[in-house]
């Protein structure tokens, strides 16, 4: 690693590997990963990328009011703008890289329906989009000598000093190493590991927004979080198996625990209506029936095309003894994506100088109060893209000396963080924010998670992952329930 780059980049998920290609021969990248490369939510996104493609029937005012509706009109129209109008062209450039979307058989891109979508427009490949998008990304940045790649590698702190930032990492054997760069690029994911169950990556502790908040950046609509209505209801994992939205949009119907179809009781959508709405439906289900068991039953299609269109479900759910072709499939919503974020403008600039957040822990306003299904693949893109690009500019116009001399280890020792304050942090968020949400129980749950950061951030503890990753938990769960007892507060 060398002492001082251009850009550092905070992750390798779709939002940092993107960025990273924008950047030219001339300027030094460092791109971090605190596990293994394509350990990611990117990895896991199995739908696909929204974009319209096919114009014959499809356009813009289109896919913009799809994701208005599912936002209940809380977004960002030019954001949006932004997004749709750019994204087709993007997803359009994945596919020159080599990413393998599926064609159909006059081959063109092969689009399916997802919930909230007026049109056929999702383009992906079989159902593990995310990996094969990620795997073609990484295989990229590995030919760009400008970038320096390290995994395992993870960022604690963020410093800022007049010409940029002072980032310490963690290398993989605990000691750590301060490098000066220029700007940075927050490409850091998401928050799920918040909660007791999510479908979210290991890596989704909150980190970025968390140093980027300790900077002073302005964190808006942390509270707005999406649970997804059909994960896998597995209770050994922490990490819920995702049963994609593509499974209903294929015709899959959501069953009570007395083998009832009932969505569209709650909504005339029924199955297909958006996120927010289902997993509503099923909680309101669960209440009446005072039972837990919820079944997605897909047994009516043609058993090869389910293996076909299907192959990792079905093989994941086979590995949970579920044959999908024969039997219903067990599900409950879980923790699935984080609308807000570090606040950014249309080029993901944050508040503060020279940092800027893509993808998932950024807020650019596009998805509302509400995510359209394979919309946040297409915002990572669009706006890491932006990102590179204002910093390519930026960089072009300045003249940037050395950072000369600066302290380039600190000392990371001290006492053990004791157990059980992420398992504490996950059941308030539980118990007070959840689909549902219980604004009586958030008073205590503030006061509570309140204690523990003040714990974590002044015992003295040493500064390992397990530190970091606590730290950020609870200053998520903090400013989330601050925002919610504001927003209580004014109602
Ligand atoms: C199961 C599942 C299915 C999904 N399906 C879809 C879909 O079909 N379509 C769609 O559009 N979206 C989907 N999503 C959402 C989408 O995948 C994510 O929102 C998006 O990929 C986020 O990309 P990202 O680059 O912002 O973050 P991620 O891909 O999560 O990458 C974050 C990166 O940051 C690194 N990192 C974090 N903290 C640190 C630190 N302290 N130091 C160093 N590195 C750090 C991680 O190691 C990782 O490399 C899905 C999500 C899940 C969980």
Redesign the pocket.
Known sequence: MKKEYDVLI?????????AALQFPENVSVLM????E?T????????????AVLDKSNDNFKLHIADTLIAGKYKNNLNAIEVLVSEGPDDVLRLKEMGVAFDLDNDGKLQMTL?AGHSRHR?V?HKDS??RAI?DVLIDQVRTHKNIDIY?N????KLEKNDRGFYAG??LPDGKSQVVAVHYCIM????I?RVYPY????A??????IT?AYMLGAKIKNLSLIQF?PTAFAAEKDRER??I???VRGEGAVLLNCDGERFAFKYDERGELAPRDVVSNAIMLESQAKGNEKFYLDITHKDPEFVKQRFPMIYEKCLEEEIDITKEWIPVFPCQ???MGGIDVDLYARTTVDRLYA?????HTGVHGAN?L????????LVF?RRAANDICSRLEKENNSSFGEFKEHDDLAGNKLPHGYRTEIRQIMQDCHFVIPKPENVPEGLKHAKEILHDIISGGYEVNQDF??AR?LATVACIVLEEVSEKNGSE
């Open positions: 905070v992750g390798s998920g779709a939002a940092g590997l993107y971090i990963s605190k596990r490369l350990l990611s939510n990117s990895s896991l996104a199995q739908g696909g990328v929204a997802e999702i992906h989009t995310g990620v995994d590698t993870m960022l604690y990492v963690l490409a850091s994911g998401g799920g999510t479908t979210n990556s890596i989704a502790t909150g980190d970025g140093l997804h198996f995702l994609s939205e593509a699935h994506y984080l893509a993808g998932e822990c950024s995510r299904a394979s919309n946040s693949l297409l915002e990572a890491s970091v990753e950020s």
